[in-house]
């Protein structure tokens, strides 16, 4: 099968379009035929090992893993004898970064507990846009954030990845939600629910004086201090990702912050779950939300996808779609 594989870390240079085995599932794991997958910061952290310490996990010298890819949507093609979920000819979708990546390739084989059926409204390509950056929002603005119906909810960087998920999701739970983007993304936010709208490039909702109970930051985008003004007293503040300072600050002066005074601040450290993926197929479902795709390129493209996601102006997802892939090397 073709898969794009990588052996050394480094810029997207590194990752080659291979022909490789195709992989057999274990007992636990389902053999999926992947019709599309998408881009995530994570992907570039594990090309990159960046940060360095990440090499614990990925392999200190060398990936261990030599195909990225966590995000996928595909048909099961064949299952192990201890999987009970899922049947051959099921259509599924899922982050699989927590069972050994690989979603970039025709085949992947997967456990079952990081799947979900695929939403039955929606293509294989706007399933592959979901699991991480949704289930990031969604544990973020739940679990962390504790949102509540008639809440101000305030999402810094909605128009990207995490944060077209973030608007929809907040809408779904009834807050009342501001986006922050910029000039050229303020319609797309509007059209995805955004109750109000900032432009980062004209205003900082940091400065104006509102407050909010909640803040997602997809990135940090400002430092922790100014986002402590920017909340409501016993307000939250949760910070998906951002620089290396960013993150310091909201592991160090986070709980320091939350622990001295009534504002709760912090980062959050998602994980796959497969009921919070159920949970988003029925957001899915009923249509209260719809992935926002903002290019689709084919499988021998990938370097050339985390390229542009890596200019950080994404407008939702960048997708990789496989239907092309029995083109020749
Ligand atoms: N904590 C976790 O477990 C977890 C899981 C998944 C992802 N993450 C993290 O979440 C972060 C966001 O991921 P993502 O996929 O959403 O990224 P992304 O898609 O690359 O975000 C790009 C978006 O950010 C916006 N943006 C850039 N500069 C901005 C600024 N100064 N203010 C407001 N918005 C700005 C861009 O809008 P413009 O083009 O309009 O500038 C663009 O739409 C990453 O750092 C990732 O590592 C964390």
Redesign the pocket.
């Known amino acids: 099968m073709k898969a794009i594989v990588y052996t050394t870390y480094g810029s997207p240079d590194v990752l080659k379009l291979k022909e490789v085995e195709k992989p057999t599932p274990k007992d636990d794991e389902v053999l999926i035929n992947v019709h599309a997958a998408s881009?995530?910061?994570?992907d570039?952290?594990y090309l990159r090992a960046d940060p360095f310490l990440l090499r614990l996990d990925s392999g200190l010298l060398k990936p261990k893993n030599t195909i990225l890819g966590a995000d996928i949507a595909g048909r099961v093609e064949a299952a192990g004898r201890n999987v009970k979920q899922l049947q051959s000819g099921d259509e599924v979708f899922g982050d699989i970064s927590g069972c050994g990546w690989g979603g970039f390739a025709e085949y992947v084989c997967a456990r079952e507990d990081a799947l979900a059926l695929k939403p039955a409204n929606i293509s294989f390509e706007e399933a592959a846009a979901v699991p991480?950056?949704a289930?990031?929002a969604l544990?973020?603005l739940r679990n962390k954030g504790q949102i509540q119906p008639g809440q101000k909810v305030l999402i810094?960087?909605?128009?990207?990845?995490?944060?077209?998920f973030a608007v929809q999701i907040a809408k779904a739970f009834g807050a009342e939600v501001t986006a922050?983007?910029?000039?050229?993304?303020l319609d797309m936010v509007r059209s995805i629910g955004a109750d109000h709208v900032i432009d980062?490039?004209q205003a900082d909702f940091t400065k104006n004086g509102q407050h909010y109970y909640l803040i997602l930051?997809?990135?940090?985008?400002?430092p922790i201090l100014a986002y402590k003004r920017a909340l409501s007293p016993r307000g939250m503040y949760v910070?998906?990702?951002?620089s290396t300072a960013q993150m310091f600050q909201a592991m160090l002066l986070g709980p320091w912050i939350s622990m001295t005074g009534s504002k709760k601040m912090g980062?959050?450290?998602?994980?796959p779950n497969q009921k919070d993926l159920a949970f988003m197929k029925e957001l899915l479902e009923a249509g209260k939300v719809t992935p926002v795709i903002?290019r689709c390129y084919p499988l021998s493209e990938v370097a050339e996808a985390i390229r542009y996601?890596?200019?950080?102006?994404?407008?939702?997802?960048?997708v990789i779609t496989l239907e092309d892939n029995n083109k020749t090397l």
């Open positions: 881009v995530n910061a994570a570039l952290h991480m950056a289930v990031t544990q973020g810094n960087g909605a128009s990207g990845g995490v944060g077209t922050v983007c910029s000039t050229r993304n980062y490039t930051a997809a990135n940090g985008y400002h910070m998906s990702g951002g980062n959050l450290l998602a994980k903002d996601f890596e200019e950080g102006h994404a407008k939702g997802k960048v």
